[in-house]
T-cell receptor, first 111, second 114 residues
Framework: GESVGLHLPTLSVQEGDNSIINCAYS??????FIWYKQESGKGPQFIID?????DKRQGQRVTVLLNKTVKHLSLQIAATQPGDSAVYFC??????????FGTGTRLQVFP | DAGVIQSPRHEVTEMGQEVTLRCKPI?????LFWYRQTMMRGLELLIY????????DSGMPEDRFSAKMPNASFSTLKIQPSEPRDSAVYFC???FGVGSTEAFFGQGTRLTVV
């Protein structure tokens, strides 16, 4: 079936470096792709989304890139901080009202 | 606003018992979602409501699971009878508007069935 999945289960980066979290998706009909952050003991929190007709969108310290040719989505975090340590999920919205989440990547930031 | 409020935060119950999880969405939000999170399966959408009406319950695993939304400010997810494989963190989320990509999640209920 259609799914959204992640390449790397754990990513370790040094504080101050840039982080890149990747996601592969299989449904090319999705309208939006979204990144969520989940800290330990909390629910997921919206970070940024990108519409399917775009290939790049920037937020505060974060950039999402969409490559529809290879069905790949990435989240770039600039100057990674300890507070960025969390599990990151990509999700998709197929012009419906529900979000389908991928399996998540754990980002660990060390000093 | 206090955000999405779920109760209880933790629930430990014996196999075969009935479990009821509760959720209060953000005021004004017209969509409410119930998700289940496990290490093996990640975040799974169980059911969602629009204006208190269930729209899609295709993610509900079995007839043992049921969800209701009697009004715009309250929803329940019930498991009867509970089984050890139901152990997971259950999240409630709410959002506003059609096709919204920003869902607001509660803190979750960690359910352990022994």
């Amino acid at each position: 079936g259609e799914s959204v999945g992640l390449h790397l289960p754990t990513l370790s980066v040094q504080e101050g470096d840039n982080s890149i979290i990747n996601c592969a998706y299989s449904n090319s009909a999705s309208d939006y792709f979204i990144w969520y952050k989940q800290e330990s003991g909390k629910g997921p929190q919206f970070i940024i989304d990108i519409r399917s007709n775009m290939d790049k969108r920037q937020g505060q310290r974060v950039t999402v890139l969409l490559n529809k040719t290879v069905k790949h989505l990435s989240l770039q975090i600039a100057a990674t901080q300890p507070g960025d340590s969390a599990v990151y999920f990509c999700a998709e919205n197929k012009n419906t009202d529900k979000l389908i989440f991928g399996t998540g990547t754990r980002l660990q930031v060390f000093p | 606003d206090a955000g999405v409020i779920q109760s209880p935060r933790h629930e430990v119950t014996e196999m075969g018992q009935e479990v009821t999880l509760r959720c209060k969405p953000i005021s004004g939000h017209d969509y409410l979602f119930w998700y289940r999170q496990t290490m093996m399966r990640g975040l799974e959408l169980l059911i969602y409501f629009n204006n208190n009406v269930p729209i899609d319950d295709s993610g509900m695993p079995e007839d043992r699971f049921s969800a209701k939304m009697p009004n715009a400010s309250f929803s329940t997810l019930k498991i009867q009878p509970s089984e050890p494989r139901d152990s997971a963190v259950y999240f409630c989320a709410s959002s506003f508007g059609v096709g919204s990509t920003e869902a607001f999640f509660g803190q979750g209920t960690r359910l352990t069935v022994v």
